[in-house]
T-cell receptor
Framework: GQNIDQPTEMTATEGAIVQINCTYQTSGFNGLFWYQQHAGEAPTFLSYNVLDGLEEKGRFSSFLSRSKGYSYLLLKELQMKDSASYLCAVMDSNYQLIWGAGTKLIIKP | SAVISQKPSRDICQRGTSLTIQCQVDSQVTMMFWYRQQPGQSLTLIATANQGSEATYESGFVIDKFPISRPNLTFSTLTVSNMSPEDSSIYLC?????????????FGEGSRLTVL
């Protein structure tokens, strides 16, 4: 079966750095996505990786290793507004998105 | 980008009734997706709504329970029929072209249904 694993919850301190990991097992691979979802709101797109390596976008970076079925989202200089759930999703060979359950990130002052 | 309006944003419903959720997009899109997100769980695709043809349902979801309309390229509705408490969830409308470009999806604000 297809599976996306990410930690349920993480806690970090304002101003620090946090890495949220995602491992996947899917039928084929056509890219990995990270979405941010604040409580009570819709998910919003953060990043897309289809090739191995690191994609940097401001305070957020996303890394992919296809051989390991592994990705991480790196958040730097954490702000209170970064408190949200972070969803990892993989597009399989049929271009279907397989979603992880999300990682709830709690930022403490 | 796409701006998506969904309504109702939330509702409390009685068991056995049906509710229709509307999704309006500010641009013409080929495919619209309906997702369900239960508390603490991942997004689950219910169906893909195609303009001019019947919706394509995922395993575990059937047309009788979740009838979908797609009358034009900017609008779709999802009906949750004969509701039970297990249908309490957030229902999200989404647009995008996962097979093209980055595959970024845009989501509506969601409709939070509580079935008593």
């Amino acid at each position: 079966g297809q599976n996306i694993d990410q930690p349920t919850e993480m806690t970090a301190t304002e101003g620090a750095i946090v890495q949220i990991n995602c491992t996947y097992q899917t039928s084929g691979f056509n890219g990995l996505f990270w979405y941010q979802q604040h409580a009570g709101e819709a998910p919003t797109f953060l990043s897309y990786n289809v090739l191995d390596g690191l994609e940097e976008k401001g305070r957020f970076s996303s890394f992919l290793s296809r051989s390991k079925g592994y990705s991480y989202l790196l958040l730097k200089e954490l702000q209170m507004k970064d408190s949200a759930s972070y969803l990892c999703a993989v597009m399989d060979s049929n271009y279907q998105l397989i979603w992880g359950a999300g990682t709830k990130l709690i930022i403490k002052p | 980008s796409a701006v998506i309006s969904q309504k109702p944003s939330r509702d409390i419903c009685q068991r056995g009734t049906s509710l229709t959720i509307q999704c309006q997009v500010d641009s013409q899109v080929t495919m619209m997706f309906w997702y369900r997100q239960q508390p603490g769980q991942s997004l689950t695709l219910i169906a893909t709504a195609n303009q001019g043809s019947e919706a394509t349902y995922e395993s575990g979801f059937v047309i009788d329970k979740f009838p979908i309309s797609r009358p034009n390229l900017t609008f779709s509705t999802l009906t949750v029929s004969n509701m039970s408490p297990e249908d309490s969830s957030i229902y999200l409308c989404s647009v995008g072209s996962p097979g093209v470009g980055t595959g970024e999806l845009f989501f509506g604000e969601g409709s939070r249904l509580t079935v008593l």
